[in-house]
Nanobody, 128 residues
């Protein structure tokens, strides 16, 4: 299993970025996928998750209405569209694969230990 994030960078407050996570080594369309982030000196926190077919999503309250998670099960790629970025969004963003096949609930992906594979992460810095 390999998860490779891209799309991070430096952006001004109010700006947008689109993160991608290229997945390989497993049947991508059978697993829910999540984005997590970790800011310096803070614990890793849940950002968003999408069900295996892409029909259901759930978000952390801190990003609801600003971020949008999606997936392309043909290209085996997970996305995170981030709009109206704030300095407090600065973090390393990582994608993760849910351990259970074809499983979904809004609570399941909010626990990091329900995921079995993680990408290396991509840095997002929001600063003027």
């Amino acid at each position: 299993v390999q998860l490779v994030e891209s799309g991070g960078g430096l952006v001004q407050p109010g700006g947008s970025l689109r993160l991608s996570c290229a997945a390989s080594g497993f049947t991508f369309s059978s697993y829910a996928m999540s984005w997590y982030r970790q800011a310096p000196g803070k614990e890793r926190e849940f950002v968003a998750s999408v069900s295996s077919r892409g029909s259901m999503t759930t978000y952390a309250d801190s990003v609801k209405g600003r971020f949008s998670i999606s997936r392309d099960n043909v290209e085996n790629t997970l996305y995170l569209q981030m709009n109206t970025l704030k300095p407090e969004d600065t973090a390393v963003f990582s994608c993760a694969k849910l351990a259970l096949r074809d499983a979904w609930s809004s609570a399941l992906p909010r626990r990091a230990d329900n995921h079995d594979y993680w990408g290396q992460g991509t840095q997002v810095t929001v600063s003027s």
